[in-house]
């Protein structure tokens, strides 16, 4: 795969300037590691067997490349298995649109089934579906499609990869799947609910064929913890790593959970003026910052920072969440180094984000604002597993979990979804 990757960009650059057929693998918006890996290894995969030589096989990563270190379970992986992000395509350097305008552009979806509305008349151009949700809607009648309820898509690529020549699934691959189906699946713990038999018997097959491969403890505890690890990010992303914004009719207000402690946030150069730039740079009127860390015990920690150089919003906002009771945040003052900042330790670890926002919606005007307020998800979409709810059912009586297995189910019942099923 390594050869492969290395001469995408090349390849792409060739074929468009030849106008020969360029065949697309494409993942979803969110652009995490089970799309991006299962863009990688499927268009890989397609290149060793489609009968139709002549096409570029040409995995693209459905993010702006400035977002790219925002993933930071992907750059981690990538990086130990020495994938250079030079080599990668991002959605912003290839134009999708001029391509299936040409008649040069057939597509493969993997890891979702339907293009937002912007990608509408890229619809005609998908040619194959990989995806482990239920399907919405039909597709063309020469659209190959695979649906199926696993917990990793790329699951679903392992299933095509060893069904097809011998000799092609190699070890990068295979590392990249392993650690893939690992990350999704929490560990293949039954208690998370998201690991199916066939997520089990893949990741099985794949050590049978590569016993070097790293035991699974061990990557599954490196890629969770990169995939909260913010140390090498700017203050700009680490805002906009898990961000939503609300919106009323005279303002925007960002909400940004981060994975730190207030502290160590405090703590970096420039804060202050990176505060103020992020805000400034767009259209934001205040910013508040949700903590999240844990201590040595795996306990989850909530602190709030609410930034605005509008003293009656900032006050507002503070008031909103200090007086709060549905459900109350057991808010603590801290002591800031700013007047434009509110600092608060928060005493109800269990109110994660879903739950705030209703309380910020209400302070910038609630229903009764002319024009409502709105809450729009802002790309690049938050992070999965980012919180604690207040559904946690940690009171029932429960099989032993891992603190990774605790985040990622509750998560799941806040999202209302059942057990078992696929994310």
Same mark, same amino acid.
């Given at each position: 795969?390594?050869?492969?990757?290395?001469?995408?960009?090349?390849?792409?650059?060739?074929?468009?300037?030849?106008? $020969?057929?360029?065949?697309?693998?494409?993942?979803?918006? #969110?652009?995490?590691?089970?799309?991006?890996?299962?863009?990688?290894?499927?268009?890989?995969?397609?290149?060793?067997?489609?009968?139709?030589?002549?096409?570029?096989?040409?995995?693209?990563?459905?993010?702006?490349?400035?977002?790219?270190?925002?993933?930071?379970?992907?750059?981690?992986?990538?990086?130990?298995?020495?994938?250079?992000?030079?080599?990668?395509?991002?959605?912003?350097?290839?134009?999708?649109?001029?391509?299936?305008?040409?008649?040069?552009?057939?597509?493969? *979806?993997?890891?979702?089934?339907?293009?937002?509305?912007?990608?509408?008349?890229?619809?005609?151009?998908?040619?194959?579906?990989?995806?482990?949700?239920?399907?919405?809607?039909?597709?063309?009648?020469?659209?190959?499609?695979?649906?199926?309820?696993?917990?990793?898509?790329?699951?679903?690529?392992?299933?095509?990869?060893?069904?097809?020549?011998?000799?092609?699934?190699?070890?990068?691959?295979?590392?990249? *799947?392993?650690?893939?189906?690992?990350?999704?699946?929490?560990?293949?713990?039954?208690?998370?609910?998201?690991?199916?038999?066939?997520?089990?018997?893949?990741?099985?097959?794949?050590?049978?064929?590569?016993?070097?491969?790293?035991?699974?403890?061990?990557?599954?505890?490196? =890629? $969770?913890?990169?995939?909260?690890?913010?140390?090498?990010?700017?203050?700009?992303?680490?805002?906009?790593?898990?961000?939503?914004? *609300?919106?009323?009719?005279?303002?925007? =207000?960002?909400?940004?959970?981060?994975?730190?402690?207030?502290?160590?946030?405090?703590?970096?150069?420039?804060? =202050?003026?990176?505060?103020?730039?992020?805000?400034?740079?767009?259209?934001? #009127?205040?910013?508040?910052?949700?903590?999240?860390?844990?201590?040595?015990?795996?306990?989850?920690?909530?602190?709030?920072?609410?930034?605005?150089?509008?003293?009656?919003?900032?006050?507002?906002?503070?008031?909103?969440?200090?007086?709060?009771?549905?459900?109350?945040?057991?808010?603590?003052?801290?002591?800031?180094?700013?007047?434009?900042?509110?600092?608060?330790? $928060?005493?109800?670890?269990?109110?994660?984000?879903?739950?705030?926002?209703?309380? =910020?919606?209400? #302070?910038?005007?609630?229903?009764?604002?002319?024009?409502?307020?709105?809450?729009?998800?802002?790309?690049?979409?938050?992070?999965?597993?980012?919180?604690?709810?207040?559904?946690?059912?940690?009171?029932?009586?429960?099989?032993?979990?891992?603190? $990774?297995?605790?985040?990622?189910?509750?998560?799941?019942?806040?999202?209302?979804?059942?057990?078992?099923?696929?994310?």
């Amino acid at each position: 795969m390594e050869r492969f990757v290395e001469g995408n960009r090349a390849a792409l650059q060739e074929h468009v300037r030849r106008r $020969q057929e360029i065949h697309v693998v494409m993942g979803n918006e #969110a652009c995490d590691l089970d799309s991006t890996v299962s863009a990688l290894a499927l268009a890989y995969f397609l290149a060793k067997t489609s009968p139709a030589p002549k096409a570029a096989f040409v995995p693209v990563l459905n993010i702006p490349r400035a977002d790219f270190a925002l993933r930071t379970e992907t750059t981690f992986l990538l990086r130990e298995q020495g994938i250079p992000a030079a080599s990668l395509i991002f959605r912003d350097e290839i134009d999708l649109g001029g391509l299936h305008r040409a008649g040069l552009l057939s597509l493969t *979806l993997v890891d979702h089934h339907i293009l937002p509305g912007a990608d509408a008349a890229l619809e005609e151009a998908v040619v194959e579906v990989l995806d482990h949700r239920p399907l919405e809607g039909d597709r063309a009648a020469g659209c190959r499609v695979t649906a199926e309820p696993v917990g990793s898509c790329a699951t679903l690529v392992t299933e095509r990869i060893a069904q097809g020549p011998p000799g092609i699934l190699d070890r990068l691959t295979a590392t990249l *799947l392993h650690g893939t189906i690992l990350l999704d699946c929490v560990n293949l713990s039954p208690a998370a609910g998201k690991v199916t038999p066939r997520d089990v018997a893949c990741v099985s097959l794949l050590e049978e064929r590569f016993p070097e491969l790293p035991a699974r403890d061990a990557v599954f505890q490196a =890629l $969770q913890a990169a995939k909260f690890d913010v140390s090498g990010l700017t203050t700009e992303q680490m805002l906009r790593k898990d961000l939503k914004v *609300l919106s009323s009719d005279e303002l925007v =207000l960002a909400v940004s959970a981060i994975y730190v402690d207030l502290e160590t946030f405090l703590r970096r150069p420039g804060l =202050l003026q990176d505060l103020d730039a992020f805000c400034q740079a767009r259209g934001y #009127a205040g910013l508040v910052a949700m903590m999240i860390s844990f201590n040595e015990r795996n306990e989850p920690s909530r602190q709030l920072a609410v930034y605005s150089q509008r003293e009656p919003l900032r006050s507002a906002v503070c008031r909103a969440l200090e007086e709060a009771t549905t459900p109350s945040l057991h808010l603590q003052p801290l002591l800031s180094p700013w007047s434009c900042l509110g600092t608060y330790a $928060q005493g109800n670890a269990l109110a994660s984000r879903k739950k705030v926002l209703p309380i =910020l919606r209400a #302070a910038l005007g609630g229903p009764g604002v002319v024009g409502g307020s709105g809450e729009e998800e802002v790309v690049p979409p938050p992070t999965p597993m980012n919180s604690l709810v207040e559904e946690c059912p940690l009171a029932q009586a429960v099989p032993p979990l891992c603190p $990774q297995d605790v985040l990622e189910r509750v998560s799941r019942i806040a999202a209302g979804q059942p057990p078992g099923s696929p994310k």
